[in-house]
Nanobody
């Protein structure tokens, strides 16, 4: 069973960039059985899909966040990293990484990390 662990700065100032690594254990980030996704949950709201990076290395993003988002992977560290530029208080959320499979009916999420809280405030 693959395990995922997010980490992050906790508090970020508005207009600053955000970088969140997700460390994978129990499996390889180049395993072609999965892609690696990021999801967030703002306070009092539902889950919001951000994007994913496929085992091929191609990445796909939510249209609403695409202009500010980049998802990459570091095979030497077995990590996926989410980068979000020019954050605002609306980016305050718990951020999760998860494995994902692309099925005909849509995205199917598998293993999840425990999540990391990000607060955007001056």
């Amino acid at each position: 069973q693959v395990q995922l662990q997010e980490s992050g700065p906790g508090l970020v100032k508005p207009s600053q960039p955000l970088s969140l690594p997700c460390t994978v254990s129990g499996g390889s980030i180049t395993n072609n059985a999965y892609s690696w996704s990021w999801i967030r949950q703002p306070p009092g709201k539902g889950l919001e899909w951000i994007g994913y990076i496929a085992y091929s290395g191609s990445s796909y993003y939510s249209p609403s966040l695409k202009s500010r988002t980049s998802i990459s992977r570091d095979t030497s560290k077995n990590q996926s990293t989410l980068q979000l530029s020019s954050v605002t208080p609306e980016d305050t959320a718990v951020y999760y990484c998860a494995t994902v499979s692309v099925a005909t009916r849509g995205l199917v999420f598998g293993s999840w990390g425990q999540g990391t809280q990000v607060t955007v405030s001056s």
